[in-house]
């Protein structure tokens, strides 16, 4: 007898396994276990295989990154260089500090229109398109003579470029994997620190031997090699699980959950920004030369290069949301012990490492703890809207900071004062949304007649219009007792 079935049949008589008969055979038919092979292909389909082709993509991801925020980073060098020689003239250190956070904010602003196109004509599409604007961006800022040009080409054209590949390439690294999800969302955006340090060192120096001009024109050139190749290598898994990929899902801001996703990402940008730009200009301001303080941006790259993948390893072993919060919190305690009282090289030096480790936090786990606090398949949709969030931080983020300097003294005190409250704003925000995710297992935990501690985080992803019974609300725990409950969540 040829066993045609992949799912055991429940135990059935010898009278029935000898006699078959129609009334038999429909029955069989309406049998929900006969249909149970069709699910167990779906659930098979649908589970991510943790690796194999993914990490090509994260390869592909890290050197994307490294050729969007990576060189964008750089920018801290050009600040420095622009403000030291006033290479437009007339115009305010107000006005050059916008440019930065411009091209990060229209990064953020486009992506609903690259959430669009991913979805309309495929994530090759849009990376491509990404790579069109980024190019034609840093070619064009080279010929630049004035400061509304750079505002076009430097701010918003390659803003629209990085937004196009970061958009399309973001949301592909946690479709392939589960348990090792966050080590490879840290290592594809450990591209953006090693990217930073290496363009930061190159940019200094091109600029001092080849000048400003040839320094966009090559740094156009490299761009758009590295990232025509990562796009069509670059692979997704949209169809396969379901992705939504819409532009906008409204009902996500009826959740408590994401709309504390949103804050975390609003108070971290505020931080980061300000850290990311201001550092290099804050070396000159100590006395440092220009060249020391495209070393400062540097370093402050490579850490985030060499502590992404770290935070990644540890939070697929300590928990996500846990490693978020407290790496943020981290971040801004660095700033108001160390970065304060760094007046020497050396210091500052340990200051950049330190604080890189822990300040991209945000970039290396947003996807992994989207994924849990909205679910894979409205993933793309929770990014879309928390990318339009952010352009209000990343566009004023780095100007407010300018604007608190001071004429005389530690020129930067209240910047840095403001720097650290921002992370650890942000800190607290996780701190909340680690209580919702302890609360939602108990939920769930009640749902399954299991025990809490036998739920993983990464398995209790929700979803958008679950329904959770009274008697499961009523199980969980007081929010003050979550707050200081130990779960790897």
Not at 249 to 262: G, Q
Request: aromatic share 12%; charged share 15%.
């Amino acid at each position: 007898m040829i066993e045609k079935e992949t799912v055991p049949r429940p135990p059935t008589s010898d009278t029935t396994k000898e006699h078959g008969s129609a009334a038999d055979s429909e029955e069989t038919i309406a049998d929900p276990v006969a249909d149970q092979p069709e699910v167990e292909e779906k659930n098979t389909v649908d589970e991510p295989p943790n690796g194999g082709y993914g990490w090509v993509c994260v390869a592909c991801c890290f050197l994307i990154n490294a050729h969007t925020w990576g060189i964008n980073s750089s920018y801290g060098v050009f600040l420095a260089y622009y403000l030291a020689n006033d290479y437009y003239p007339n115009t305010s250190s107000l006005e050059y500090a916008f440019v930065g956070g411009l091209s990060i904010s229209q990064a953020l602003l486009i992506s609903p229109l690259a959430t669009y196109t991913t979805r309309v004509y495929g994530t090759r599409t849009t990376l491509l398109i990404g790579v069109f604007f980024e190019t034609v961006a840093l070619i064009g800022a080279s010929f630049t003579h004035e400061i509304w040009q750079l505002f076009l080409s430097q701010g918003v054209c390659f803003g629209f470029g990085m937004g196009f590949l970061f958009v399309g390439s973001v949301g592909i690294v946690p479709q392939w994997f589960t348990t090792k999800r966050s080590l490879a969302n840290g290592i594809a955006t450990a591209g953006s620190g090693i990217g930073g340090m290496m363009y930061s060192l190159a940019t200094n120096a091109m600029i001092h031997n080849l000048g400003v001009q040839w320094a966009f024109r090559i740094l156009g050139i490299l761009a758009f090699a590295v990232n025509v190749v990562c796009a069509i290598l670059m692979k997704d898994r949209n169809k396969v699980i379901g992705a939504s990929q819409m532009a906008f899902d409204w009902r996500l801001f009826k959740r408590p959950e994401y709309l504390l996703i949103l804050a975390w990402g609003f108070f971290s940008m505020m931080g980061y920004i300000t850290l990311l730009f201001s550092l290099p200009n804050y070396a000159v301001s100590i006395g440092l030369s220009a060249k020391q303080g495209s070393v400062i941006g540097a370093l402050l790259n490579l850490g985030q290069g060499l502590g992404r993948p770290v935070v990644g390893i540890f939070s697929d072993g300590a928990g996500r949301i846990n490693l978020a919060g407290a790496c943020t919190f981290v971040g801004g305690l660095f700033c108001f012990v160390i970065w304060i009282f760094a007046k020497s090289y050396g210091v500052l030096i340990f200051f950049a490492i330190a604080v890189g480790t822990v300040a991209g936090t945000f970039w290396t786990t947003i996807a992994p703890v989207g994924a849990e606090v909205v679910g894979l398949k409205e993933l793309p949709a929770a990014l879309s809207i928390l990318w339009v969030f952010l352009v209000v931080p990343t566009t004023f983020s780095e100007p407010i900071a300018l604007q608190l300097r001071q004429s005389t003294g530690n020129i930067y005190l209240h910047a840095q004062i403001y720097c650290g409250f921002m992370y650890v704003a942000a800190a607290g925000c996780m701190v909340l949304l680690r209580a919702w995710k302890i609360g939602q297992i108990e939920q769930l935990a009640m749902e399954r007649g299991q025990r809490s501690k036998d739920i993983s985080a990464a398995s209790a992803e929700p979803a958008l219009t679950r329904t959770v019974s009274a008697a499961s609300k009523r199980s969980k725990s007081k929010i003050w007792k979550r707050l200081f409950l130990w779960k790897k969540v």
